[in-house]
């Protein structure tokens, strides 16, 4: 399916079997180079991409992700790793170096300038030094959800090349011309320094992200984050990462649904006419159900 309003051509598939969704576009450069900053980013450290898996699945069960149509108000999966990236730059002492750092541990093979911005960075994750941040990923993810809860989103540009927020420029200054669309959450992309790559996001979304992020690092101080409840009750980042709110006391906004990906040929009358509904769908669910227990939640079975 084209999406016309998009910034580039692109076409979104989706693999039925699977379930798979992805973008198609041609001839786009900054894109393929974003795809390689991303990738160096992840090699960078082992804590990334987790944390990035873990805000991306929050954001989508708190209904702040996600633009099916390939439009609308929501933050989309770019906008959200680069709001960790940030995040992670800013530690102390960092986890991640700074795009403007990146740029000058480039080789000259590794210089790149797509449609006049400077897009150089290493290639090989070895021209990188080990971050000397120790911080588990627990209070990595708690300390996310703190410093977006009270962050001022509209009266600062986020940038990844600077490393830090930066005061928005005055509308007659050289910067302001950039071309750099303002809104109620200014996320400048790490080349091209034009594009706002939150400039969908409308100010209700802007306002419910802070509020989730502070509900949820309200939940990440409790007790029900760090113990098992007593009573049976969901709790640790299996509660965080359920559908709805997550402060503490509230009533549990239901279960959490893991999808599984089944051959639909034969349909339910093959899963009906099986003697005690032994088909190949009750074997896939089984081993999926094993997978959950064994290799996410650790348990021996």
């Not at 900053?37 to 991306?56: G, I, M, S």
């Amino acid at each position: 399916r084209a999406v016309p309003t998009a910034r580039r051509p692109v076409v979104k598939f989706c693999h039925k079997q699977s379930g798979l969704t992805g973008d198609i576009s041609i001839d786009n450069r900054l894109a393929l180079l974003n795809t390689r900053f991303l990738q160096l980013f992840a090699e960078a450290d082992e804590r990334v991409r987790p944390l990035v898996y873990a805000v991306r699945l929050w954001a989508k069960q708190q209904g702040l992700a996600g633009n099916p149509c390939g439009g609308g108000p929501l933050l989309n999966n770019y906008a959200l790793t680069l709001l960790v990236l940030f995040f992670l730059q800013t530690r102390s002492p960092p986890v991640l170096p700074t795009v403007a750092q990146l740029r000058d541990l480039a080789g000259d093979e590794d210089r790149a300038v797509v449609g006049g911005w400077d897009c150089s960075f290493p290639r090989d994750v070895a021209s990188l030094e080990p971050s000397a941040n120790t911080e588990s990923l627990c209070s990595l993810l708690a300390d996310f959800f703190h410093v977006f809860g009270d962050f001022n989103f509209p009266g600062q540009v986020i940038s990844l090349r600077e490393g830090r927020a930066l005061p928005l420029p005055p509308p007659a200054t050289p910067e302001a011309s950039e071309g750099l669309k303002l809104g109620p959450l200014n996320l400048q992309d790490p080349f091209e320094l034009s594009h706002n790559v939150a400039a969908n996001v409308n100010e209700k979304t802007a306002s419910r992200f802070g509020r989730c992020c502070r509900d949820a690092a309200k939940y990440c101080r409790s007790l029900q984050y760090r113990h098992k409840s007593s009573k049976g009750r969901a709790w640790g980042l299996t509660r965080l990462f359920q559908p709805g709110a997550v402060e503490p006391g509230a009533a549990s906004a239901g279960g959490f649904l893991i999808s599984i990906p089944l051959d639909v040929v034969g349909g339910s009358q093959q899963l009906c006419q099986e003697a005690g509904g032994r088909s190949p769908w009750f074997w896939e669910v089984c081993a999926a159900i094993a997978f959950v227990l064994r290799d996410v939640l650790k348990c021996s079975c």
